[in-house]
């Protein structure tokens, strides 16, 4: 029996990244998410959250680029500590 990724998951971006966990071995292989595309002005905001999603499904880490290397260099250390804090706090638990 075949079945989509849409019979598995919801659409709730916790559960999309569980999915993801899922295929990785069933967590035996660790996930560590894309931070995505640069998009300006939402660069901090958008880290953030992709951050709480991944950490709240179980993944381990968030790889960040663009959002943080190609800007001025303050500003690009800000969102890297606020990932950072992000998997640092313990009140961010899995869902």
Do not use: H, W
């Amino acid at each position: 029996m075949l079945f989509r990724s849409s019979q598995l998951t919801t659409d709730n971006p916790i559960d999309m990244t569980r999915y993801q966990l899922a295929n990785c071995y069933m967590g035996r292989s660790p996930l560590i998410n894309s931070g995505g595309a640069s998009a300006g002005e939402t660069d901090l905001k958008e880290a953030v959250k992709t951050a709480v999603i991944n950490k709240r499904a179980g993944g381990q880490g968030l790889i960040s680029g663009r959002k943080a290397f190609q800007r001025p260099m303050p500003d690009g250390v800000k969102i890297l500590n606020a990932i950072q804090d992000v998997y640092l706090d313990p009140r961010v638990t899995i869902a």
